[in-house]
């Protein structure tokens, strides 16, 4: 069983930074694929970037130049720097890992981008 456990969500103002951390029950390198996906109220679950066991990431035309998806193997982590947070960014914001051709998913985390 995968375990996924977001955390470094919060609120912050137009034009600040946050950074999301996503700690794994496995090794990060064991899983084919993680991401961050963001659901807005009232909308579907969006892709944010996602990093491939090869280390190519991808990303979301609306994040690309402001955020950043990378791996930390020695704490286990995926995470996600945010830069140049707009309010449409605010979203619940979702760790996913792909293993076993199963898709394992985080609790969510908010981020609130108001002033």
């Known amino acids: 069983q995968v375990q996924l456990v977001e955390s470094g969500g919060g609120l912050v103002q137009p034009g600040g930074s946050l950074r999301l951390s996503c700690a794994a029950s496995?090794?990060?390198?064991?899983?084919?694929?993680m991401g961050w996906y963001r659901q807005a109220p009232g909308k579907q679950r969006d892709m944010v970037a996602t990093?491939?066991?090869?280390?190519?990431?991808n990303y979301a035309d609306s994040v690309k130049g402001r955020f950043t998806i990378s791996r930390d193997g020695a704490k286990n982590t995926v995470n996600l720097q945010m830069n140049s947070l707009k309010p449409e960014d605010t979203a619940v914001y979702s760790c996913n890992a792909w293993f076993g051709g199963l898709s394992y998913w985080g609790q969510g985390s908010q981020v609130t981008v108001s002033s």
């Open positions: 990093i491939t066991n090869g280390g190519s990431t």
């Open positions: 496995g090794s990060i390198f064991s899983f084919s694929a």
